[in-house]
């Protein structure tokens, strides 16, 4: 059956991923996005230009930080079909910005999604579901990473905000019953990735024959997890639980420098390193441990690492005048 959905960060990585899934499925999606300059917007704007080709996806640019513009969007949409979730996927990301900026993150990431819970109990919106991060675990939990696991000392702003998002919404399921699924991401990559994150600079560097930083040696290693299995795992996420986090990773940590290697053989280059001080709000490892979500959602990855990379570097080829101007 057909189901109407909001998706907020629809021009983002991952969510402009999810909005695909739902509008194959034959939903109908209203995607909302601030579209801000967290990195280069010319890449939201081509993702969302593919999303607007569907009749059933409709854009409204929006910040859900901001209070009066979410409840004026909901006053607007009280006729239309009901919403029949809200997936929320609109953050402030990047762990090693949020040091600099936290003041944005905690507006984004914490009152965003208060903001959006306070409407989903004012229209009634049975369903949540809400885009968290590994960055919870930081660095003094033992791996491979457990949801029950102890999260309560976040490394940096960033972690630090994905953990009141998530405490806001047990409070409102507590309260007022809404059903929430927490999917806690663990290093997403693929194409039309981040330009801010390690495999599209990778890329980019290789294919251009410009120098490659690597922060820190290049052993830290990473969950590194495929687009498409992710944005998979949170339409999966969409079932009622009641209140349910699940973690969706790879189960397959791997040296940064690993990566790097693979992304080389794909471009058939020779990466010049140069490698930089590791950055304080970094953590050696991340590693998921994702026997839940394949217990609850009957879910775990499909596309293994080298096929992602892969890809990866197929997309910077296939639009190489465009993606090599994208700011990192």
């Known amino acids: 059956m057909s189901e109407r959905y909001l998706l907020t960060g629809a021009a983002g990585f991952i969510a402009s991923r999810v909005a695909q899934l739902l509008l194959d499925a034959g939903h109908e999606v209203v995607g909302v996005d601030n579209l801000n300059d967290a990195y280069d917007p010319r890449l939201k704007m081509w993702r969302l230009a593919d999303l607007k080709r569907h009749a059933a996806f409709r854009f409204e640019q929006l910040d859900v930080a901001h209070a009066r513009e979410v409840n004026d969007f909901f006053v607007a949409s009280a006729n239309a079909r009901p919403f ?28 965003g999604s208060l903001n959006l819970l306070e409407a989903c109990r004012s229209a009634g919106i ?67 990735g981040r330009p801010d994150m390690s495999v599209f600079r990778f890329v980019r560097h290789l294919v251009e024959g410009e120098p490659v930083s690597v922060y820190g040696d290049g052993t830290q290693r990473r969950d590194f997890t495929y687009v498409d299995d992710l944005a998979r795992g949170t ?35 020779t990466p010049d390193i140069r490698f930089l001080p590791a950055h304080a709000a970094d953590v050696p490892a ?43």
């Open 84 to 111: 029949s979730a809200v997936l929320h996927l609109a953050a402030r990301a990047g762990v090693r910005q949020s040091v600099d900026t936290p003041q944005i993150y905690v507006e984004t990431n914490v009152t």
């Open 126 to 192: 049975p369903k949540f579901v809400l885009a968290s991060s590994s960055s919870l675990y930081g660095d003094t939990t033992e791996a491979p990473f457990r949801e029950d696991m102890d999260t309560s000392r976040p490394v940096s702003p960033y972690a630090a905000s994905k953990k009141g998002a998530e405490a806001m919404t047990y409070a409102y399921h507590r309260l007022h019953g809404i059903d929430v699924t927490v999917a806690r991401y663990f290093t997403a990559y693929g194409p039309a």
């Open 235 to 269: 339409v999966l996420a969409l079932r009622p639980v009641g209140y349910e986090i699940v973690n969706l990773g790879s189960d397959h940590p791997v040296p940064l420098r690993q990566v790097l290697e693979s992304i080389a053989q794909h471009t058939g280059k």
């Open 286 to 328: 991340t590693w998921a441990d994702i026997s839940k979500a394949r217990r609850l959602l009957g879910w775990q990855p499909e596309v293994s690492l080298d096929e992602g990379l892969g890809r990866s570097v197929a997309w910077y080829l296939e639009n190489r005048a465009f993606a090599a101007s994208l700011a990192l």
